[in-house]
């Protein structure tokens, strides 16, 4: 069974300083392309309700889940009546929309 998490009132403490990144067989720290070594970072996925995703791309709700409805952006249904998005999926298409927009630009000059 899953349960849905509104993760927009959830908090995370650390439980301690962040320790680097390790690299699976060696069991050493992964180093970056600076031969530095990066301290590992938790990054969460937040899941938005349509109401959110719309205010993140600047459009009215009806367009955010037309959008959603075409499979213009990928969502996730977690009951009959309640579609979620993840923010992950939401960047992805306006980079995409970004990226052929650019291109669109790029090729009327």
């Not at 899953?2 to 959830?10: C, D, G, K």
């Not at 969502?75 to 009546?81: D, E, G, I």
Request: glycine share 6%.
């Amino acid at each position: 069974m899953r349960l849905p998490i509104e993760t927009a009132t959830v908090k995370f403490a650390a439980a301690g300083p962040a320790e680097p990144v390790l690299d699976y067989e060696t069991r050493t720290p992964k180093l970056d392309e600076n031969g530095v070594v990066p301290i590992g970072q938790i990054k969460f996925d937040r899941a938005l309700t349509i109401n959110e995703a719309a205010d993140v791309l600047g459009v009215s709700y009806a367009t955010a889940r037309r959008l959603l409805l075409e499979g213009k952006i990928p969502h996730q249904r977690v009951s009959p009546r309640r579609i979620v998005v993840r923010e992950s999926a939401l960047m992805t298409y306006l980079e995409v929309i970004t990226r052929n927009i650019s291109e669109v630009q790029g090729l009327s000059n």
